[in-house]
């Protein structure tokens, strides 16, 4: 009967040793993906701000050429076309 139970014992810690080989292994290539996943949010990330930036700048230069237009129509007394009254 004892010896039974030492085989009942024995194959339950086989089967827990199972486990365990399948945890690690699940748990690297968890960790695996998770880094995979990491690299690419920080590359995204990397890329946002570089379109964040250009979208900026171009942003920048169109108020630029607004300014520089509505400069020029004052110099000139001419009135914005969206205006109500006539150069007249």
Do not use: C, W
Not at 20 to 44: C, G, M, P, V, Y
Request: proline fraction near 2%; hydrophobic fraction near 30%; charged fraction near 35%.
């Amino acid at each position: 009967m004892e010896l039974e139970y030492l085989g009942i014992l024995e194959s339950r810690i086989q089967e827990i040793i199972g486990l365990l080989h399948t945890t690690k292994e699940e748990n690297r290539i968890l960790e695996e993906r998770l880094s995979e996943q990491t690299e690419a949010f920080q590359a995204l990330q990397a890329e946002r701000e570089e379109v964040r930036q250009r979208v900026e700048r171009i942003l920048g230069n169109l108020s630029h050429i607004n300014n520089e237009k509505e400069n020029v129509m004052a110099e000139q007394r001419v009135e914005p076309e969206d205006g109500h009254e006539t150069p007249y």
